[in-house]
């Protein structure tokens, strides 16, 4: 697995903005937006002539989060208040837990791809802290199912607006391309049981 180390880089939300801002504010009149409580997509209306893309806390990786669910986004749903994907809260039972774990991945996904071309460190959220059922989350699954997909982007191609982020990324931060050094686990497991 690419697996870049804590570095010394300064990563903060403002930066996250600009690169944004800069890469899709023309193109896709879209802008990365910091916000206050929780995260939201706004397609642009009278009041505001351009989609928003709201991110919570002013946090870098909620910014990255963000980012991603509008790079997953197609052009019907980037019409839309919040894309009208499904969401449920913190105290998600198994299965609900599950559908959760399946509109996430891909974000989730991608959300990874931007940590490393950022040089940030990444670890998979469940999104779950008020549920009560300890069999409801498998963080190490879930985990496997993101790996998965981000091998499955490398290996059959980025969504055109990650893979712009990515490098925009990838250039401001004097990283290499993940993709060029990606090693999942799942394949470095596989190579050890072969031993």
């Known amino acids: 697995m690419f697996k870049n180390a804590v570095s010394k880089l300064t990563h903060n939300a403002q930066d996250?903005?600009?690169?944004?801002?800069?890469?899709f504010a023309q193109t896709y009149n879209t802008r990365l937006v910091l916000g206050a409580d929780e995260p939201l997509y706004k397609p642009a209306s009278n009041r505001v002539p351009y989609h928003q893309v709201i991110f919570a806390h002013g946090f870098f990786r909620s910014a990255l989060h963000e980012a991603a669910h509008w790079c997953v986004a197609g052009p019907v749903r980037r019409h839309i208040?919040?894309?009208?994907?499904?969401?449920?809260?913190?105290?998600?039972?198994?299965?609900?837990?599950?559908?959760?774990e399946r509109v996430e991945c891909k974000p989730?996904?991608?959300?990874?791809?931007?940590?490393?071309s950022a040089g940030?460190?990444?670890?998979?959220?469940?999104?779950?802290?008020?549920?009560?059922?300890?069999?409801?989350?498998?963080?190490?699954?879930?985990?496997?199912?993101v790996?998965?997909?981000?091998?499955?982007?490398?290996?059959?191609g980025l969504p055109k607006r990650a893979q712009?982020?990515?490098?925009?990324?990838?250039?401001?931060?004097a990283q290499p391309d993940p993709a060029s050094v990606w090693q999942p686990q799942a394949a470095l497991v596989k190579e050890v049981e072969d031993v």
């Open 81 to 100: 208040v919040d894309y009208a994907y499904w969401y449920k809260p913190d105290g998600r039972g198994a299965s609900e837990q599950r559908q959760f």
């Open 164 to 173: 712009l982020f990515a490098q925009a990324l990838q250039q401001f931060y």
């Open 108 to 116: 989730q996904a991608l959300e990874w791809l931007f940590c490393l």
């Open 16 to 23: 996250a903005i600009e690169l944004f801002n800069r890469t």
């Open 147 to 156: 790996e998965r997909q981000l091998t499955a982007y490398f290996k059959h």
């Open 120 to 145: 940030h460190s990444f670890e998979v959220s469940c999104d779950n802290l008020g549920c009560e059922d300890p069999n409801a989350i498998d963080v190490d699954g879930f985990r496997r199912q």
